[in-house]
Nanobody
Framework: EVQLVESGGGLVQPGGSLRLSCATS????????MSWVRQAPGKALEWVSS????????YYTNAVKGRFTTSRDNAKNTLYLQMNSLQPEDTAVYYC????????????????WGQGTQVTVSS
């Protein structure tokens, strides 16, 4: 059974930091490009970041460039998203997803999708 389990979300003040994790199982994690996608309240899904299989190439939407860092540990089958300088507009449910197109924001574009973790940025 394929599982993608996000964790690390929570409530943080503006300017704060959070580190999300996505623990995976049931597929060969190292063989798949991985992505983070988020959905803010009342808004459509938004692609956030992607990382290639080896971790050498990462990509970010302009809104998070310079603030968010995606990484992976293929030995631990885990994807990470380090989020710094968080702003209220970063409030969303964050999903990790496997094997989709660069910039893809729809669940149907990915082979595997997690259940999401809530990030709330508020004072």
């Amino acid at each position: 059974e394929v599982q993608l389990v996000e964790s690390g979300g929570g409530l943080v003040q503006p300017g704060g930091s959070l580190r999300l994790s996505c623990a995976t199982s049931g597929f060969t994690f190292a063989d798949y490009d991985m992505s983070w996608v988020r959905q803010a309240p009342g808004k459509a899904l938004e692609w956030v970041s992607s990382i290639h299989t080896g971790g050498g190439s990462t990509y970010y939407t302009n809104a998070v460039k310079g603030r968010f860092t995606t990484s992976r540990d293929n030995a631990k089958n885990t994807l990470y998203l380090q989020m710094n300088s968080l702003q209220p507009e970063d409030t969303a449910v964050y999903y990790c997803a496997a094997d989709g197109p660069l910039g893809g924001s729809q669940r149907s574009e990915y082979n595997y999708w997690g259940q999401g973790t809530q990030v709330t940025v508020s004072s």
